[in-house]
């Protein structure tokens, strides 16, 4: 049973910056990993994504340009990059593992997640 750990979450005013961490009890060097937010009253929904080589990413249009992505596998740890942002990325976030090597934007296709950190954006 792989447990994740998100940290990092807290208020920020718009245009600042915040940097998540998502910390994994165990580490599989062909898991992909995700971050998923979900804002009050809404569905929980795809941030970004990266493959386990870390060579490929993805990104949910909303946030492209601003979030980044990465993994430190020697550390298990997989990081979520927040610059400008927005009242609108006001959520909790959370970090998700799929044991597979290709990442998806599918929540549904992740196998383990984290108890989420809250994300609070004022304008």
């Known amino acids: 049973q792989v447990q994740l750990v998100e940290s990092g979450g807290g208020l920020v005013q718009a245009g600042g910056s915040l940097r998540l961490s998502c910390a994994a009890s165990e580490w599989t060097f062909l898991s992909s990993m995700a971050w998923f937010r979900q804002a009050p009253g809404k569905e929980r929904e795809f941030v970004s994504a990266?493959?386990?080589?870390?060579?490929?990413?993805y990104y949910a249009d909303s946030v492209k340009g601003r979030f980044t992505i990465s993994r430190d596998n020697t550390k298990n740890l997989v990081y979520l990059q927040m610059n400008s942002l927005k009242p609108e990325d006001t959520a909790i976030y959370y970090c998700?593992?799929?044991?597979?090597?290709?990442?998806?934007?599918?929540?549904?296709?992740?196998?383990?997640w984290g108890q989420g950190t809250q994300v609070t954006v004022s304008s």
């Open positions: 998700a593992l799929r044991l597979l090597r290709t990442a998806t934007m599918n929540r549904a296709d992740y196998d383990y």
């Open positions: 990266m493959t386990w080589k870390g060579d490929t990413t």
